[in-house]
């Protein structure tokens, strides 16, 4: 009978890490995809702005082109936010309650809508995604081994950490681009957070090298 237990509770271990495995694989894959579109909807609306010379038109027609622009990429700009939504907090609850938080978000997203708009909405799961992210991002900075990730490794988890914090200042970015001031500040550090977790992410082993070698030359110095 103890033998049977086990065997079932390691099956079960195995089914839930292949799930959660899943879980991860499919979020990954559909945020890279929105981001894949976001970014060829830019590059189309740049070179699109540049050869038709839409700068040198009437500022109605202007408009009206970031009019139609911006109702080109707002879904999937909505789709990125929520999958934001969901990414952010699976690294600090298990699977159900993540599912149980992102209904709860839902909800208060359509709430807000009906109450005070569709940007407005946006803004509340930005900033519920905003702080978890930032809890993460202080746990992962501490070592905390309570973090769920797919990956080990102490840089690697700071660096995923900071390339999330990156996409949701880049989301945050786009819904606040016509304030100049705050759009210069999010968009350097975005720039500055997502290069700094891919460096991270990618050379983990010879910025963990770096750090060693840079401590055993100051410890050689003290001496």
């Excluded at 839930?16 to 495995?21: F, N, V, Y």
């Excluded at 009206?64 to 109702?71: H, K, P, V």
């Excluded at 990125?80 to 309650?97: H, N, Y």
């Excluded at 995604?129 to 080990?152: E, Y």
Aim: charge should be positive; hydrophobic fraction near 50%.
């Amino acid at each position: 009978m103890a033998g049977t237990r086990q065997r079932r509770q390691k099956y079960g271990r195995k089914r839930d890490m292949k799930g959660k495995s899943s879980y991860d694989f499919y979020l990954i894959l559909a945020t890279t995809l929105v981001l894949f579109v976001i970014s060829l909807i830019s590059i189309y609306g740049m070179f699109y702005f540049k050869f038709a010379q839409i700068q040198q038109m009437s500022p109605a027609v202007k408009m009206a082109y970031m009019n139609r622009m911006n109702g080109f990429v707002s879904p999937f700009v909505i789709g990125l936010i929520l999958l934001l939504g969901i990414c952010v907090p699976k690294r600090l609850l298990p699977t159900a309650w993540v599912n149980r938080l992102t209904v709860l978000l839902g909800g208060s997203a359509v709430l807000t809508w009906l109450a005070a708009g569709g940007k407005a909405s946006l803004f509340v799961i930005l900033g519920a995604s905003l702080v978890l992210q930032l809890t993460v991002l202080v746990l992962a900075l501490g070592g905390s081994q309570a973090l769920h990730f797919h990956k080990k490794g102490y840089w690697v988890r700071l660096g995923s950490s900071l390339i999330h914090l990156g996409l949701i200042l880049f989301v945050l970015d786009l819904l606040l681009y016509e304030r100049k001031t705050l759009h210069l500040f999010l968009f350097w550090v975005t720039t500055s957070t997502s290069v700094a977790g891919m460096t991270f992410c990618f050379y983990a082993e010879a910025v963990a090298g770096f750090l060693r070698r840079k401590q055993q030359a100051a410890d050689e110095n003290s001496t």
